[in-house]
Nanobody, 123 residues
Framework: VQLQASGGGSVQAGGSLRLSCSIS????????MGWFRQAPGKEREFVCA????????YYADSVKGRFTASRDNAKNTVYLQMNFLKPEDTAVYYC?????????????????WGQGTQVTVSS
């Protein structure tokens, strides 16, 4: 299973970015996808998660109302629309697959990870 994240970049505060994560590989089977981020010197933190079948979404309080996760089951792709970006959103963003729907807020419940894409928000 391979995950390819893209869409990162540099924007000014208040701007928007849309991240994509495409999944490929044989025997791909996951219940949900998650987005995490890691800023320099900080631990990896949960951003949001979305389930494949129903599209239920879960967000960290820090991004609720600003970020929106979506998925395209036919393309095996998930998206993260990020609006009203803040400098504190600056981080490397990772997508990951989860085999189940429990513990989606915890990074160690995910089994496959993308390579990460850098998001930089300047003030």
């Amino acid at each position: 299973v391979q995950l390819q994240a893209s869409g990162g970049g540099s924007v000014q505060a208040g701007g928007s970015l849309r991240l994509s994560c495409s999944i490929s590989g044989q025997a791909f089977s996951s219940a949900a996808m998650g987005w995490f981020r890691q800023a320099p010197g900080k631990e990896r933190e949960f951003v949001c998660a979305i389930t494949w079948r129903v599209g239920s979404t879960y967000y960290a309080d820090s991004v609720k109302g600003r970020f929106t996760a979506s998925r395209d089951n036919a393309k095996n792709t998930v998206y993260l629309q990020m609006n009203f970006l803040k400098p504190e959103d600056t981080a490397v963003y990772y997508c990951a697959t989860s085999p189940g729907m429990k513990g989606l807020l915890s990074w160690n419940e995910y089994d496959y990870w993308g390579q990460g894409t850098q998001v930089t928000v300047s003030s």
